[in-house]
T-cell receptor, first 115, second 114 residues
Framework: ETGVTQTPRHLVMGMTNKKSLKCEQH?????MYWYKQSAKKPLELMFV???????ENNSVPSRFSPECPNSSHLFLHLHTLQPEDSALYLC??????????????FGDGTRLSIL | GDSVTQMEGPVTLSEEAFLTINCTYT??????LFWYVQYPGEGLQLLLK???ADDKGSNKGFEATYRKETTSFHLEKGSVQVSDSAVYFC?????????????WGAGTKLIIKP
């Protein structure tokens, strides 16, 4: 699956660092998503962007800051993270619209480790 | 609210065995149902989907039938291979949800031994 590309694939950072995760989709979709996947926990939806507008923020701490400059790109800015934020961060996109049953397409994720 | 419940794993089978991974859901409307698969080190991939009652989704030898009467969407495969080892996620979407979210099951890890 090359439709959704995430960079970097792996990231190790200290708790005081600032870094950004990048996601790009080449599928012409109008909605993009950030998920957090931790070991032995269900997939957690973090943010949803539809037509570049943020439509969902599932009580995510402010140390995670999303940015969606256009419908093809999505960023997740990270600052002063905690060890419990270590996880796989997945980006997805879909063609969304009322009545739509289109699936989400995922990138391979960024494996984030907080030291 | 809507929810998805999957059987807990890991599920361990021998090669060529028959596979069933149970998935049941609760939903107020008429959801679409999906199975996704996640191979080690990768993101999730859509495996199959069904959008209305009695639809059967199929792909790569896997099948699942949308059963409204039992609110189920069980995943089956007649003869599994070592390469099927992965985590499988059941999910639903409500087409009338303005946030276009998927509701996810917890995932079931499948281990196939040669």
């Amino acid at each position: 699956e090359t439709g959704v590309t995430q960079t970097p694939r792996h990231l190790v950072m200290g708790m005081t660092n600032k870094k950004s995760l990048k996601c790009e989709q080449h599928l012409g979709h109008n909605a993009m998503y950030w998920y957090k996947q931790s070991a032995k926990k269900p997939l957690e939806l973090m943010f949803v962007y539809n037509f570049k507008e943020q439509t969902e923020n599932n009580s995510v701490p402010s140390r995670f800051s999303p940015e969606c400059p256009n419908s093809s790109h999505l960023f997740l800015h990270l600052h002063t993270l905690q060890p419990e934020d270590s996880a796989l961060y997945l980006c997805a996109s879909s063609q969304a619209g009322r009545g739509s049953n289109q699936p989400q397409h995922f990138g391979d994720g960024t494996r984030l480790s907080i030291l | 609210g809507d929810s998805v419940t999957q059987m807990e794993g890991p599920v361990t089978l021998s090669e060529e065995a028959f596979l069933t991974i149970n998935c049941t859901y609760t939903a107020t409307g008429y959801p679409s149902l999906f199975w996704y698969v996640q191979y080690p080190g990768e993101g999730l991939q859509l495996l199959l989907k069904a959008t209305k009652a009695d639809d059967k989704g199929s792909n790569k030898g896997f099948e699942a039938t949308y059963r409204k009467e039992t609110t189920s969407f069980h995943l089956e495969k007649g003869s599994v291979q070592v390469s099927d080892s992965a985590v499988y996620f059941c999910a639903l979407s409500d087409p009338m949800d303005s946030n276009y979210q998927l509701i996810w099951g917890a995932g079931t890890k499948l281990i196939i031994k040669p």
